[in-house]
């Protein structure tokens, strides 16, 4: 698997910071039940075959509540694992290690999921030319996480949000009058960014491929249609297909030629890996004195 660029760590910082308030709120009233100076010694195991993602967070999480937490992790993001392997072994203030087992977890096994799905399409489309992007169809709040999930599965991003490329769907070009007049207008506004245009049939597609756009989404097209769009089209524009892709007819939807596949799915149809995190031993008198949590 190749080396992937970090994920910012103000933002992985963020995120858990949002997702421990959110949890703990006030404090942890069951953890109050331990010794403030238990130590204890944890693994997290996956009870399925994953795409690991999210190590970061799960770090952030618990150094959050013990900066001494120490995690010893057998594998890397984008590393695919077997069901029964151990992902994690962790070493830290027994109160921190339970109040943030959810958090890190949720994070975890959300991450996972999307990298996971993502890595499937992937390899489905494998030997064509055909890219798998995600979309803005995201769980509010976890944008670029997820986005960086699918990264590690394989795939590729989209536009971030509303302010990195232009996309004109049917209502921009319902309320422009036309897609060149909706073009012309866009690239008078913003002309550094990619322009990329939704068509819906071929009178449409011929429209776009004229107003010179930098990409085309062919919309809830039929396979027989797609290899005509790319016949017509040429190479001129590159092309992506969007709606009513499933892994199933991911294949046959990459075999028509097409440039890129934006799937949903991704990030919003994902199933949670099942994971598990069990403490093994506790050490009830910490030495050197008691343990401070952070919480």
Same mark, same amino acid.
């Given at each position: 698997?190749?080396? @992937? ?10 995120? %858990? ?15 109050? @039940? ?16 994953? %795409? ?11 150094? $959050? ?12 993001? #984008? ?14 203030? *027994? ?9 890190? @977890? ?42 960086? $999930?699918?990264?590690?599965? #394989? ?9 990195? $490329? ?5 209502? =921009? ?20 960014? @990619? ?17 010179? %756009? ?35 007819? %991911? ?12 799937? #949903? ?21 910490? *030495?050197?004195? =008691? ?5």
């Amino acid at each position: 698997m190749p080396v @992937l660029p970090p994920p910012c760590r103000d933002d992985v910082l963020r995120d %858990v910071q949002r997702a421990l308030a959110e949890d703990i709120g006030s404090g942890d009233v069951t953890a109050d @039940l331990l010794p403030l100076s238990a130590q204890a010694q944890a693994r997290i195991v996956t009870r399925q075959a994953m %795409v690991l993602c999210g190590r970061d967070w799960v770090d952030a999480c618990f150094h $959050a509540l013990d900066p001494q937490t120490r995690l010893d992790w057998q594998a890397a993001d #984008g590393d695919t694992l077997a069901a029964g392997a151990l992902l994690c072994r962790i070493e830290g203030a *027994a109160r921190a290690l339970v109040s943030a087992e959810r958090t890190a @977890l949720n994070f975890l096994q959300t991450l996972s999921a999307t990298a996971t799905a993502t890595a499937a399409h992937v390899d489905a489309v494998r030997g064509t030319r055909a890219r798998i992007l995600d979309t803005r169809k995201t769980l509010p709040g976890l944008r670029l996480a997820q986005k960086y $999930a699918v990264r590690t599965g #394989g795939g590729h991003n989209h536009r971030i949000g509303l302010f990195d $490329a232009v996309l004109l769907k049917e209502n =921009h070009i319902a309320t422009a009058g036309s897609i060149s007049a909706a073009v012309s207008r866009a690239r008078a506004l913003h002309p550094e960014l @990619l322009l990329e245009t939704e068509v819906e049939n071929f009178q449409e597609l011929r429209e776009a491929i004229a107003a010179g %756009v930098d990409r085309i989404m062919l919309d809830e097209f039929e396979l027989h249609e797609l290899a005509q769009a790319v016949a017509e089209t040429a190479g001129r524009v590159p092309l992506e297909v969007s709606g009513s892709v499933t892994l199933e007819r %991911v294949r046959a939807i990459a075999e028509t030629g097409i440039d890129y596949i934006s799937i #949903g799915a991704l990030t919003k149809h994902i199933r949670a890996i099942d994971l598990s995190m069990r403490i093994d031993s506790i050490i009830p008198e910490a *030495a050197g004195g =008691h343990a401070e949590t952070g919480h």
